[in-house]
């Protein structure tokens, strides 16, 4: 059984889809067909003989009757004829049979018959050389049993052309089943075909911009296989855009990188030679070198902390926003000095909870006020409130400084992106996007815009509970 079964699935593991589903279909379509023409032969066959025993059974009845009116009258007993039937009757006594021979069998079962003790019945037999099919039933009113029989070799010549015509019908349809699962395995595979097609192309080029052509009609009518490749379709357009998104990250990051890679090695290169530098000199580069080291170390964090796509589970706990808000702007007030924070929490949102990781609620925080402070002017204010606005927890941080251009604020998210009033502030354009991504890792959405009377808002808005 386990040969049979390995046998199987070696079968499986080496024909194509297309081969497997071509036969499968070929085999259940040709099995119905040869199962329909055997069926058609058998009853073909038993209504000619059922035929033939009703002609028998009514010739024995014309018989009787002509028997018990005008006594017996001979038939052919030699069975040569084909419509004439072969007729005689023989006594339940064996010692009142005629002195010339039977040409129709006379055995023990028609002496039962004769003398009442066996129903009347069909027997297949060969008289002459001939094929007849007999009939014996019981004279009325006689010890006697009268024998009926027509050649049969009729019905099995006809019976012999429906099995050879029902054998052509049956090999067409072999074959027809064999053309039909071809072309249903051809057609209804051709969708799998382009996506296998589509996919090897793409492990070969190492291009994720080719699609599946799919066929015309309005999505609600689409069959599996089209809403499989229209699904590998939209993978493939995400798959496109995350390989994009990694190529601008690293295209960024390189480009960002490269400064402070070169200021380092210059400053290293300039230390190599202290000896040759004053004091002063000494100090400053390695003054230096220390901040650009920070910097480098800042800007590989906040890449590393932007691969992440997702925050773990494990980590996920119920967080209250109100209490990591007020150490956010304990900490910013200590990074910024100058900078005068303000917090205003509603009483609903003070106890309010939602699902996340504090750590990186906490970074989130403090990224929008780093940056509202950045932009502030000295002793300019930087507002934040918590409130809970139709059931949903908002927190909104604002600035008073130039504000977001028309042309700059589709672009505030996007990484490296740093607008032209900003390439003079430090920083190095990665801290909304990252508050963008951990916003989005806790269903959370983030927002900027112009704020009435100059300005910038920011608003993050967590999903009602």
């Known amino acids: 059984m386990s040969g049979r079964r390995g046998l199987g699935a070696r079968w499986r593991r080496h024909r194509p889809l297309r081969t497997r589903l071509a036969i499968a279909t070929s085999a259940a379509v040709a099995v119905v067909a040869v199962g329909i023409c055997v069926a058609a032969f058998f009853i073909t066959k038993h209504q000619m003989t059922r035929q033939l025993d009703f002609n028998l059974a009514q010739t024995a009845n014309q018989y009787t009757q002509q028997y018990l009116k005008d006594g017996p009258s001979a038939g052919d007993t030699g069975c040569r004829y084909l419509a004439v039937p072969c007729v005689q009757s023989a006594p339940a006594d064996p010692s009142k049979d005629p002195r010339s021979p039977y040409a129709l069998p006379v055995d023990d079962d028609t002496r039962a018959v004769a003398a009442g003790r066996r129903t009347a019945y069909y027997k297949k037999l060969t008289v002459a050389g001939w094929p007849v099919r007999m009939y014996t039933t019981k004279l009325p009113g006689k010890h006697q049993a009268l024998q009926v029989a027509l050649r049969s070799d009729v019905v099995q010549r006809g019976v012999q052309k429906a099995a050879l015509a029902l054998a052509g019908v049956g090999g ?272 959370a959405e983030l927002t900027a815009a112009q704020a009435p009377g100059g300005g910038a808002v920011f608003r993050l808005r967590f999903p009602a509970g």
């Open 172 to 443: 067409t349809g072999v074959l027809l089943a064999a053309g039909l699962g071809y072309w249903v395995s051809r057609t209804g595979l051709a969708p799998v075909a382009r996506l296998t097609a589509t996919a090897e192309r793409i492990a070969a080029t190492r291009d994720a911009r080719h699609r599946i052509e799919l066929p015309p009609g309005p999505p609600g009518r689409q069959d599996e296989i089209t809403r499989l490749a229209a699904s590998f379709n939209t993978m493939l357009g995400e798959l496109e855009q995350s390989v994009a998104a990694q190529r601008r990250l690293v295209a960024d990051a390189s480009h960002e990188l490269r400064t402070p890679l070169t200021a380092l090695r210059t400053n290293a290169e300039l230390l190599a030679r202290s000896d040759r530098l004053t004091d002063t000199q000494r100090d400053r580069a390695s003054g230096a070198l220390g901040r650009q080291l920070r910097e480098v170390t800042t800007l590989v964090n906040d890449l590393i902390e932007l691969a992440r796509d997702e925050e773990p589970q494990p980590l996920v706990e119920q967080v209250r926003p109100a209490v990591l808000l007020e150490h956010a702007v304990e900490a910013a007030r200590g990074h910024w000095p100058e900078i005068g924070f303000t917090v205003r929490t509603d009483e609903a949102a003070a106890g309010a909870a939602v699902p996340g990781v504090p750590a990186r609620l906490s970074r989130l925080l403090s990224n929008l006020l780093d940056n509202a402070a950045k932009f502030s002017p000295p002793g300019g204010p930087v507002e934040t409130a918590l409130t809970v606005s139709a059931g949903a927890l908002e927190l909104t941080v604002r600035d008073h400084g130039p504000g977001i251009s028309a042309e700059d604020l589709p672009h505030v998210f996007d990484r490296f992106y740093r607008a032209e009033a900003a390439r003079a502030l430090p920083g190095s354009g990665l801290g909304l996007a990252m508050a963008r991504q951990i916003a989005r890792a806790h269903h």
